[in-house]
């Protein structure tokens, strides 16, 4: 069964902080590396971190510095450490494989508000 489960979004204050979680199905976890996706109103859906199984990461540039992706294989969950925020930040974020197997399977997603 193929599930994603976001949460621990919310408003945040400009230079706030936020920690974002994902559980996913762990026949998923165990196999592929985990992105985490944002998604603006108007715009397309964009990768922002991936992280493999063995731990290795990658950000797209403009959260470099600012984000850090990590995953817990015992608790099949990805997580997104989302320091310094921008009012550019303010999306859904959203977790999934990378590269995406199932286009048609994501979860609810976690709303991001950066505003003063």
């Known amino acids: 069964q193929v599930q994603f489960v976001e949460s621990g979004g919310g408003l945040v204050q400009p230079g706030g902080s936020l920690r974002l979680s994902c559980a996913a199905s762990g026949s998923i976890f165990s196999i592929y590396a985990m992105g985490w996706y944002r998604q603006a109103p108007g715009k397309q859906r964009e990768l922002v971190a991936v992280?493999?199984?063995?731990?290795?990461?990658n950000y797209a540039d403009s959260v470099k510095g600012r984000f850090t992706i990590s995953r817990d294989n015992a608790k099949n969950t990805v997580y997104l450490q989302m320091n310094s925020l921008k009012p550019e930040d303010t999306a859904a974020y959203y977790c999934?494989?990378?590269?995406?197997?199932?286009?048609?399977?994501w979860g609810q997603g976690t709303q991001v508000t950066v505003s003063s």
């Open positions: 992280i493999t199984r063995s731990g290795s990461t």
């Open positions: 999934n494989t990378q590269p995406i197997v199932w286009p048609d399977y």
